[in-house]
């Protein structure tokens, strides 16, 4: 299993699985929620449309339009409201569930953006161990995960990614 940070535009990766941070309405909206519906085109939308929402923590999976990936995950994370409402645990529920849907599709890989420090204002410092870590995790206990790719808009975010990383052992 592989795990690589890096610096760019989700959008633009080829993966198999391109995990998205979206709202529980799963209607779209700014960040990367709006990147993904722009380059994927509006078939993602109009599956969106038939999901009935998304539980904070949990994902919903349709496929990628346009985009250079067979599935989007659209993961819903945690609005920070200081660190006391389960954010930990609701953020971690997200990569843990995002890897768990593309094990069940029989995917290999998976690319994330830094889900809720953006727009949900999650303190990217504390985001990123809980998005490395339990990344790994899940991905170890699947059956055929063998990559995870963290892609970071700015160059400080992916500062703090590597920095994460290498706290965790995780050589990228
Ligand atoms: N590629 C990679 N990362 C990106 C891209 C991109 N194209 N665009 C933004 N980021 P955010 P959230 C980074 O706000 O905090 C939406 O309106 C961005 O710099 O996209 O989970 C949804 O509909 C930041 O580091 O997601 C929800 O309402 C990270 O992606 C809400 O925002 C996440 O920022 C979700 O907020």
Known sequence: ?????VQGDITEQTIDVMVNAANGMLM????VDGAIHRAGGPSIMAE?????GCATGDAKVTTAGLLSARHVVHAV???WRGGARGEPELLASCYRRAVEIADGLGCTSLAFPSISTGIYGYPIELAA???LATGREAAENSSGIT??????FSAPDLAVYADA????????
Do not use: K, Q
């Open 28 to 31: 779209g909206g700014g960040g």
């Open 48 to 52: 969106c449309r038939e999901l009935g």
């Open 129 to 131: 161990p809980i998005a």
């Open 165 to 172: 990383a290498e706290r965790l052992g995780i050589s990228g």
């Open 147 to 152: 990559l995870l790719r963290y892609v970071l």
């Open 1 to 5: 299993m592989r795990i690589e940070i």
């Open 77 to 79: 994370g945690p609005v």
